[in-house]
């Protein structure tokens, strides 16, 4: 066996250990294919206010411009469905990834172990961790790893687990074994189009991230539209919906990171205990969690849109 397998080995059956749902591999190369993408959708707008899009163009298709000499994107998964949701039908919505504690904490920290593996089995590589932190195409990276493929709601989709799952990588100056993509399996299926409540799938597999309700709740900073109101399914922080009505995730199991275990507030309140929520009741109930990135004073916002 020679080195590059015996280390991609190693490196997936340790990623399997740390709790991760699957590990894959990439050549860290430029992103071809996605760079006409990612210009056509920056130039209509689709990103909205998100205006952090715009900036580091290149880096985010070209990996060795974030880590030089970079030679592998290792990319992983990890599951964050729960075992129980919301108990309140009328209760204002939460996205199921944000019921436990903030995502890019708890992954970051099993990134920095495997980091610290490889340092130890394979020797001294350089590389980096992200977790939706910085210009990385994730879902790029997956899709071309082998993981999955991008489905017509623009989420990570993989025929056996669903898209319920967090998408982290590790860029490394190390030579390792690559995968290859798999092909698409959303066929004929336009579950995700026809459910979206703001129409935010404009065509298949193109998302205008600038009418999707996770935009409007947790990245727009200012009023959100008027012309929006009644349309928002009832979700006060991210939805879910695209991901709720797609085939594949009737495969979806629990997962076993207590982290991710949502304080049982999340479960229990009901609508009037949302729309009477005071700062020290969101403070006590979101403090570790990613619901903080929108305020208080945000989320008061989404729940009296919802009225």
Known sequence: MNN???HTKLIKSEAKRLGFLSCGISKAEFLEQE????????????????SYMENHFDKRLDPTLLVEGSKSVISL???YFPSETQKDPDAPKISKYAYGQDYHFVIKEKLKQLQE????????????????????LDKAWAAKSGLGWIGKNSNLLTQKVGSYYFIAELIVDLELDYDVPVTDHCGSCTACIDACP??????????????????FTIELKEEIPSS??????????????????????????????????PKPEILEMTKRDWEEITQEVFSKVFQK??????????LKRNIEFLK
């Open 4 to 6: 590059k397998v015996l």
């Open 35 to 50: 760079a006409p993408r990612l210009e056509k959708w920056l130039k209509q707008n689709m990103h909205g206010q998100m």
């Open 77 to 79: 998964l990890f599951n």
């Open 117 to 136: 593996f490889i340092t130890e089995h394979i020797g001294e590589v350089q590389g980096r961790a992200f977790v939706d932190s910085a210009p990385v």
């Open 198 to 215: 703001t129409q935010a799938i404009v065509d298949p597999y193109v998302v205008d991230g600038s009418k999707c309700i996770s935009y």
């Open 228 to 261: 929006y109101k009644g349309q928002f399914d009832n979700w006060m922080f991210g939805c879910d919906v695209c991901q709720d009505v797609c085939p594949w995730n009737r495969f979806s199991r629990p997962h076993n990171e207590p982290l991710f275990n």
């Open 289 to 298: 969690s990613a619901v903080k990135r929108t305020k208080f004073s945000g």
